[in-house]
């Protein structure tokens, strides 16, 4: 075994680095936690990584994307280059494949069924689900990662989340972290957004702003979460469901809801492969948009 890993054997042993090295990751979403998710994943030894994203780096990136360069020209620097760099400069021999490409693509969706793990680092709660629904039809590991910053009546909450998916021990909707209905407003073709907006008004949740976001926050969430995927694959423990963490009190807290017997998704999705029919997000008016 590489003598690079004495420390992580010394704790999880030869056996445990060995399932690492025989690990294939996909990290969708290589942004703030997914830049440093792929950093850690490299330092570990995971054996494969299959990196999805589709844009560029923005100057407004530069605050907190492991990797990034200074001199990085922007526009004009995919965000999977910046991962492929960072996994190359830790270990130059780990195959990578890079998809440059929407989640809602052919591409993506090929290449994260052929991983065992999948680390979800998205924006927003409709694709969230896209990639839960595809993990739980194919029986893929899944940990989904969240960060945000949230004003209140008291001032401002900030942390995140990390949920893990893992052999149909519930879902992101078991665990009260989307909201299903999110799904539906952004896969909506243009009639029926300008009818529920003639209704009920535009709704905050889309109108694309952006908040703060900071590289500590991120690289907390994003070590919890490799973390967990660390003690799953290696053995040590069996992972928490669901970890949050309230960085304006220092917390962490782990919450213990069982998942939901009755959960649609869970019930109707799991092993259920092509039948399934994720691929239908493939076509859809969302899938168009972000194409």
């Known amino acids: 075994m590489d003598e690079r890993f004495a420390r992580n054997i010394a704790l999880f042993g030869e056996q445990g680095q060995q399932r690492l090295r ?8 290589i942004g703030g936690l997914g830049t440093q998710v792929v950093q850690q994943l490299a330092f570990l030894g ?4 299959t990196l999805i994203d589709p844009e560029q780096l923005d100057t407004t ?4 994307y492991a990797g990034s360069r200074w001199d990085d020209p922007v526009p004009g620097t995919l965000k999977v280059d910046i991962a492929e760099r960072l996994v190359r400069s830790i270990d130059p021999v780990i195959p990578i494949c890079k998809v440059p490409c929407s989640l809602l693509s052919r591409q993506a969706f090929t290449a994260i069924r052929g991983s065992h793990w999948v680390f979800g680092c998205l924006d927003d709660d409709a694709t969230r689900l896209v990639l839960s629904e595809l993990c739980l039809a194919y029986e893929l590991n899944l940990i989904d990662l969240a960060s945000d910053v949230v004003p209140d009546d008291a001032g401002l909450r ?6 893990v998916c893992q052999n149909g021990n519930g879902c992101l909707v078991c665990m009260d972290s989307i909201d299903p209905r999110d799904l539906d407003r952004q896969f909506e073709d243009d009639h029926a957004k300008r009818d529920r907006e003639a209704i009920y008004g535009v709704d905050k949740a889309v109108l694309g702003s952006t908040g703060p976001s900071v590289v500590s926050i991120n690289g907390i969430i994003a070590s919890v979460a490799v973390t967990e995927f660390m003690v799953a694959v290696t053995g040590l423990r069996q992972p928490q469901r669901h970890l949050e ?3 304006h009190t220092g917390k962490v807290t782990v919450c213990q809801n069982p998942p939901l ?25 969302l899938a168009r948009r972000q194409g």
């Open 261 to 285: 017997v009755d959960c649609w998704y869970c019930r109707n999705l799991f092993g259920a492969g092509a039948s399934a029919d994720v691929e239908r997000y493939l076509t859809s008016s």
């Open 245 to 247: 963490y309230h960085g």
């Open 61 to 64: 990136n530069r605050n907190r």
């Open 46 to 49: 995971v054996g494969h990584f």
């Open 158 to 163: 900030y942390g995140g989340r990390v949920c």
């Open 22 to 29: 025989e690990t294939s990751v996909a990290v969708v979403g």
